[in-house]
Each structure stands twice: as structure tokens, then as C-alpha cells.
């Protein structure tokens, strides 16, 4: 029976580029368990946006001198685009600036704010004496008082990832001026997470198939003990509060980006059969997935299941599975001292596929892991061109010049034959099971050492010397070879999109490979096979240097 899978994936801030750490931390994981879903005959919504509000967004425009909303249409539209090249398959990707997410964030502010989980306090604001104006957390900085960390910002410090008030930082200054803030009353309104303390406690603990990682940071984070949170800030820019007396105020950035999941959900909703088509992806036996950073735990762990315990009767998440950082040569991201490689430039120069391909066998899913040019390079020259593409193409030409382009029928297998095709309905077995655990790493590898077992047969067979002398021999072993391929075709899918569907269709499959399942396939002998091109392309030695000198600049 097919399941509902609610794929959520973070938010981007709309106030620059992506970059690789952004795709190996949520979106290209995100990605593959969509499709790997879809191929599954699941039903799945998968749904994000641009965050068009907050600080970074207003910091930005005032650097570039732009309004808020020059800068984030920029930044969607450059989103799109790279999701359609990178081949990442949102069902949708929206914006948190469409009168429908506006909408459905007062709504559950007001049930929050009726049932008593949502209160008004009047609190010390920082205020800015040289700027003259009150200073968004964002606007702040000082030292972590948890790991003296300098640079912490008011609301979270980057180096120990605790989130925090301004007023808990140590040396406070204004990130504009440097001035030190003083601090005048503001009335705000504050969740009370506090109220859902123990009703966490007992879900987490349920949660025993989280990754490690995340289980044991929000354990850490709840034996901190929760504190109530501001949802309301002194800023213009951002959704509304549908309170009088409020009307300079705006609701907090965190509080109504994660109801951008279920906002998403709702305007999909609206083009795809009705108001209420979202409804089975956030009830019942859904499962929902929310594929983040692990700066983002807390924010998905804690305070999203405890405004959804405080709202409706709506599914909490299933999973969140958080990766971790990726490192660039060696060192750790930076955007601003440009130490980064950027989406936009990479899919100026290179195919999708590699990079896919790359940050799925390095993915950052139990640890911090590394991106270099250098395994770049070797990745895509050893394994994806030598592996596996040159076994497609030398097969697929092979087939189509010696069998009057279609596939050959077959005679007997003998056990080596019969072996290999036991072990690709494996790999698809294996690699299911990996991918419903959201084990992503270990799924490709799975998937290439299928590849591997298929050269090995291919040399031990040598159907290039026998069609000479046995062409049965040949016919048979060449049949069993486009059917490991097609295999492969399967298994790689949720990794490598476009080698893919172009896989399947020189093996002569029509339509469209989702429409094929997630089954073991052997292409029918007779099947008309096309004149095949090369998966992939061998990439010159010079990339290295040439990628490694942008860095840093
Ligand atoms: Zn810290
Ligand atoms: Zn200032």
C-alpha cells in the first residue's frame, strides 16, 4: 500500500547564493528521498521556500543599499534556477512572503495565543543610542557566555550552536556602529515552550530511529531546561502581528519560517486537487521528513512539535534527519571571506551527476566531511566515467553495432550469469532498505559496487572476443549486462537524475522512469535500442588548480 511521505526541506534565506553546503546538508539528501519515494509508487509532497524575512535579508539590503524585496526576488529567482539544473524536484517552492503563509502564521499565533501558550510581557529591548533605533538580535553581537566564543550573535552563537537572548551575551555591541546597546522596555509576545517541557520530554524519547546526532543534541539542549521564547521583535520587515498595538512590530523570524512547511503544504494544496489535499501528508500515517542543517536541530526538533502540539491535530515530525557540516579543502566554510564554492558557478561549468554523485558518497551524515577539487576530479574520472559510465556505454555500443540495435536474446545463464542477476535484484532490496532509513552514504555505495560486480563479469565473459567465434555467448552475456544496467538505472535514480533517465531510454525503455517502479527490469530481447552517447565525460587534470585559485578571493 502506498504511503504519504511529507519530504519538508529548510528554508534558504533569500540573501545570497547557495552553495555546497547548503546541497549536501538538505537539499540534495531531501532530493534523493523524494525520488527514491516516488519511484517507490509512494505519494509524496516535497515543499520549500525561500525565507524572505529577517535579519540576514534586512542586514543585506542595507549593505547594498536595495530594499529587502530587491534582494529576495533576486536570491528566488536564483534559487529556481538552480534547483531546475541541479535537478532538485520540489513540488513546491515558495516564498515566506505570499499572503497565504501571512495567513495561515496569524492563525496559529491566534490559537496559540488563545489557548494560553502564547503571552504578552513587556522585556528590555536593546537600543542602539548612536543608530537611534531598537536592535533586532541579529543586530547584535558579543561573547558567548557558554564557550566565550567572540563573534556570537543575539540570537545563537555559531560556534556551540546555543541559542540565546542578547541580553545572555558578554561585551554587547551593535554590529553596526560597534556602540555598546542600552537597554529600554519593549511589549512582546513569548511562546511557552516551557508548558510543553514534559510533553517533548516523553516524545523524544520515543524516537529511538533518529540518527544519533540529533537524538543526543536536543536531549542535551532539553536537559539545558526550555526557556520561553520571544516570538515578537521591534523591526518592519516580516509578517504581521494580528494584535493592535502591534502595529511596528513584526512576529520573529524563527517563529513563522518553520510554519512555512505547513503554509507550503496549503497553497499546494490549492492547485492540486482542492483545500484539502494537504491534509494526508500531515495526518494519519503520514510520515513527515525534515531534511536540515544541524544548526536547525532545536528549531525542528523542539519548538516546531511544540507550537504543532499547541495548534491542531497535526502529525509531529517523523524524523529529522540532520546532517552535519561540509568542509572545503580542509577548512570550514566561509561566505564571507569567500570560501565557498557556489551553486550557481559550479552548474555554469560542470554537469549535475558529478556533484550529485560526489556529495552523496561524502555525504555529512554522521560527521563533518570534506570537498575538494581534487577528489572531485578523481570521483568523476574513476569511478562515474570508469565504473560506471564507461560499462554503460561500452555495453550499450556493443549491443547496438552487433545486434542490429535491439537487445539480443539470450540463451542459457550459467551460474556466473545467473549470479550477477541475483545480485542486482539485491542491490535493489539493499539499497530500498538503506534509502527508507535515510542511509544515503551507503545506498550509493551499494549501488556502485553493482557496477563493479558487472565489469568483472564483462571481463571474465569478453563477449567482444567471443562474438567472433560463439555468438550465443556473446548474445547471452551482453543480455545480462543490460539488464544489470538497467538495475543500476533504478538504484542511481534518486542519486543521478539525468544519467539516469537517459540510461533508461538507450536501453530502449519508453516514457518515463518513475512511471517504471522501483523494480528489478530486464529490457526484452528484440527491444529497439537507440544509438547511445557517453553518461559522463572524463574532466581534465587542470580543473584542480584552476577551481582551488578561486577559493578565498
Ligand atoms: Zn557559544
Ligand atoms: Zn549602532
Not at 519530504?7 to 534523493?32: E, R, T
Not at 491566534?110 to 531598537?134: E, M, N, S, T, W
Amino acid at each position: 500500500m502506498s504511503e504519504h511521505i511529507l519530504v519538508a526541506v529548510a528554508w534558504p534565506y533569500a540573501n545570497g547564493s547557495l552553495h555546497l553546503g547548503h546541497i549536501a546538508g538538505a537539499y540534495l539528501p531531501a532530493d534523493i528521498f523524494a525520488r527514491y519515494h516516488r519511484l517507490k509508487g509512494n505519494k509524496v509532497l516535497m515543499v520549500s521556500g525561500s525565507d524572505q524575512h529577517g535579519t540576514p535579508i534586512t542586514l543585506r539590503a542595507e549593505q547594498e543599499n536595495k530594499s529587502p524585496q530587491e534582494i529576495v526576488s533576486k536570491y528566488h529567482k536564483e534559487f529556481l534556477d538552480c534547483w531546475q539544473k541541479l535537478g532538485i524536484s520540489f513540488d513546491l517552492f515558495t516564498t515566506t512572503g505570499t499572503p497565504n503563509h501571512t495567513q495561515v502564521a496569524h492563525d496559529i499565533f491566534l490559537k496559540l495565543l488563545d489557548r494560553g501558550y502564547i503571552y504578552k510581557d513587556a522585556v528590555p529591548q536593546a537600543y542602539c543610542p548612536q543608530c537611534q533605533r531598537f536592535l533586532p538580535d541579529r543586530y547584535v553581537e558579543g561573547t558567548c557566555p557558554y564557550c566565550q566564543f567572540p563573534q556570537a550573535r543575539g540570537d545563537q552563537c555559531d560556534e556551540c550552536g546555543r541559542t540565546m537572548n542578547p541580553s545572555d551575551l558578554l561585551d554587547l555591541r551593535c554590529r553596526i556602529c560597534s556602540t555598546p546597546p542600552r537597554f529600554e522596555v519593549s511589549e512582546h509576545f513569548f511562546l511557552r515552550l516551557i508548558a510543553f517541557e514534559n510533553r517533548l520530554k516523553t516524545w523524544i524519547k520515543k524516537q529511538a530511529h533518529w540518527r544519533q546526532n540529533v537524538l543526543n543534541f536536543t536531549l542535551g539542549f532539553l536537559e539545558g531546561g526550555l526557556k520561553d521564547r520571544a516570538i515578537t521583535r521591534d523591526i518592519d520587515w516580516g509578517v504581521t502581528v494580528p494584535q493592535p498595538g502591534f502595529e511596528h512590530k513584526r512576529i520573529y523570524v524563527w517563529f513563522e519560517a518553520v510554519i512555512g512547511y505547513f503554509s507550503a503544504s496549503k497553497e499546494w494544496a490549492k492547485s492540486h486537487g482542492g483545500d484539502t489535499a494537504w491534509q494526508p501528508f500531515w495526518s494519519g500515517k503520514a510520515k513527515s521528513f525534515y531534511f536540515i542543517g544541524k544548526d536547525n536541530i532545536p528549531f525542528h526538533t523542539l519548538i516546531w512539535p511544540a507550537m504543532l502540539m499547541g495548534y491542531e491535530n497535526l502529525n509531529l515530525p517523523y524524523d529529522v534527519p540532520a546532517n552535519e557540516f561540509l568542509t572545503i579543502e580542509g577548512k570550514r566554510l566561509s561566505t564571507s571571506r569567500n570560501w565557498a564554492v557556489w551553486l550557481p558557478d559550479y552548474l555554469q561549468r560542470y554537469d549535475p551527476d558529478p556533484l550529485r554523485y560526489l556529495l552523496s558518497v561524502n555525504m555529512p551524515e554522521t560527521g563533518d566531511t570534506d570537498f575538494s577539487w581534487r577528489e572531485f576530479l578523481r570521483r568523476n574520472n574513476d569511478e562515474l566515467v570508469a565504473t560506471y559510465g564507461n560499462l554503460a556505454h561500452r555495453v550499450l555500443t556493443f549491443a547496438y553495432r552487433n545486434f542490429d540495435g535491439v537487445v539480443p536474446n539470450p540463451g542459457e545463464f550459467d551460474s556466473q550469469s545467473r549470479e550477477l542477476l541475483g545480485k542486482a535484484e539485491e542491490a535493489l532490496e539493499d539499497v530500498d532498505r538503506l534509502l527508507y532509513r535515510c542511509r544515503f552514504k551507503e545506498g550509493i555505495k551499494t549501488a556502485m559496487s553493482l557496477a563493479q560486480e558487472a565489469n568483472r563479469y564483462l571481463d571474465d565473459k569478453a563477449p567482444w572476443k567471443t562474438i567472433k567465434e560463439d555468438r550465443q555467448a556473446s548474445a547471452t552475456a551482453i543480455y545480462v549486462a543490460l539488464s544489470v544496467l538497467s538495475a543500476l538505472k533504478t538504484v542511481l535514480y534518486p542519486f543521478l537524475p539525468f544519467s539516469s533517465e537517459r540510461l533508461h531510454s538507450y536501453l530502449g525503455f519508453g516514457g518515463n522512469i518513475e512511471a517504471g517502479g522501483w523494480r528489478f527490469q530486464s529490457p526484452a530481447p528484440g527491444q529497439k535500442l537507440p544509438s547511445p552517447e557517453p553518461l559522463f565525460h572524463k574532466l581534465d587534470e587542470s580543473i584542480v588548480a584552476e577551481e582551488t585559485s578561486r577559493l578565498g578571493t
